[in-house]
């Protein structure tokens, strides 16, 4: 009989607590359930989106692998009221009704801040509020608005099994806390030798996430290829997978350009998530407090700081087709370690498989994680459609499976991609494209069995 356990989580911003039994076995959808009846839902569930997250506010995946947790250290369960439009209403009266909304909640937001600042003793004129109201708000880098909350950190010992098995991909990354991924993170520095050859102070590496940089760092030892790099290439891929998807805004760029946003008109339509990741590491990265590359001479650190940018760069799913195409050819020619492009290449590569290597893991790992991605999709969809955007079938929850979106993912684009770096790098075949196989075989079975 699977074990059961006991997730505690706070509602009401704090001011309500409930406990749920959950146990392995259960559906993502049957936990779903569960969790909208503890928030007491009354609405239709399609009209709801519930977010999880940790106490110090990391977003969950929903499913039946959440990790228990104490009442001293309680879940947020946040419910919102999805924002979608249905699909038969006009555009003429949903657009009409968004604008008066858009126009009411203006009004007040005007009438709050005229009486915040009559509190305050601050009078200004009728021409003020034209004036500002007449210039552009300055489109200014997000990264402006990082704070830092640092941490004291702790010091973890390891026992040899678990750093062991931190150089495979099978590594189930839901075990640990946030602590923890850290000091697992610190190892993975330590055991390239990058703190001391770059004197790196190891409260500085006590910062960023964790699972990319994992299946990076399996992938390095199953192949062997950590052996031919350099120090400094290896601190490239850590780096970069550390600060690869950092202040996501949840929304792709898809989504960025068609809405216009800051960060499309800051980046020029051009990669704007994937330019703000590297904008923020690297601010991130300029705080004395968090540099580990403050003692990189100029030239090493202009080198490190170029490659970085460019393997975040190419986690862009826009630029998969090109830059599959140019590895290609640089396989299939015979690939040279002595040429420093097919060198950063690879490491651009490397990322990218990490990237989207979620199927590489068992299935009790990665499947809360495709819910998780599935649920972010859906959001952007419902939004989009709210917006009068452009919408991707693969995003829509009225279009799309978890079982139609993997089987399509899997088979065009990751055994593609995996198979193609398996004629440079060795012994992949087993420990990595054997089990994106399976997962494919897994989603094609769950597919056929919704077939009508």
């Avoid at 055991?191 to 790196?200: A, D």
Wanted: charged residues 25%; hydrophobic residues 40%.
């Amino acid at each position: 009989m699977p074990t059961e356990f006991l997730v505690h989580i706070s509602l009401d911003n704090g001011n309500r607590a409930e406990t749920v039994c959950l146990s392995h076995d259960l559906t993502p959808e049957q936990v779903r359930s569960l969790l909208f009846a503890a928030a007491e839902v009354k609405e239709s569930p399609r009209d709801v989106l519930l977010k999880l997250k940790t106490a110090e506010g990391a977003l969950m995946p929903i499913g039946p692998h959440i990790v228990p947790n104490d009442e001293g250290s309680k879940y947020r369960l946040e419910v919102k009221k999805a924002s979608m439009v249905p699909e038969k209403a006009t555009s003429t009266s949903g657009a009409a009704t968004e604008v008066l909304w858009k126009d009411v909640n203006e009004m007040k937001a005007q009438v709050t801040e005229i009486k915040d600042s009559a509190k305050a003793g601050i009078t200004h004129t009728h021409e003020d509020d034209i004036s500002s109201h007449m210039k552009p708000r300055p489109a200014i880098r997000r990264v402006q608005q990082i704070r830092l909350k640092i941490e004291e950190p702790l010091v973890h010992h390891f026992p040899s099994e678990v750093t062991e098995n931190l150089k495979h991909p099978t590594f189930d990354v839901w075990q640990w806390q946030d602590s923890e991924m850290v000091g697992l993170l610190e190892h993975m520095f330590q055991e390239f030798g990058l703190i001391e050859t770059f004197k790196i102070d190891r409260e500085r590496l006590h910062r960023h996430c964790f699972c990319v940089t994992q299946m990076m760092y399996g992938l390095l030892h199953v192949t062997g290829v950590h052996e031919k790099l350099t120090p400094l290439e290896k601190l490239v891929l850590l780096t970069a997978c550390i600060g690869h998807d950092l202040d996501h805004p949840g929304f792709n760029n898809a989504y960025q350009i068609n809405a216009n946003t800051e960060l499309a008109i800051i980046y020029n339509d051009v990669s704007p998530l994937e330019s703000h990741h590297s904008a923020v590491l690297f601010t991130i990265l300029k705080n004395p407090e968090t540099s580990v590359l403050s003692n990189l001479s100029d030239a090493d650190y202009k080198e490190v700081r170029k490659q970085i940018i460019q393997c975040i760069l190419a986690t862009d799913m826009a630029k998969h087709g090109e830059i599959l195409a140019k590895f290609k050819g640089y396989a299939e020619a015979g690939f040279n370690y002595d040429d420093p492009a097919q060198r950063q290449l690879l490491l651009q590569i490397i990322v990218k498989c990490s990237d989207i290597s979620n199927e590489v893991r068992p299935k009790h790992v990665s499947e809360p994680w495709v819910d998780s991605l599935l649920e972010e999709f859906f959001t952007q969809s419902d939004r989009e459609k709210a917006e009068g955007l452009p919408t991707a079938p693969f995003m829509d929850r009225q279009k799309v499976t978890k079982a139609s979106a993997q089987v399509g993912f899997i088979g065009f684009v990751m055994i593609p991609l995996f198979e193609l770096v398996s004629k440079v790098l060795p012994n992949m075949e087993e420990p990595v494209i054997q089990p994106i196989r399976k997962a494919l075989e897994y989603y094609k079975s769950l597919l056929e069995k919704q077939a009508p």
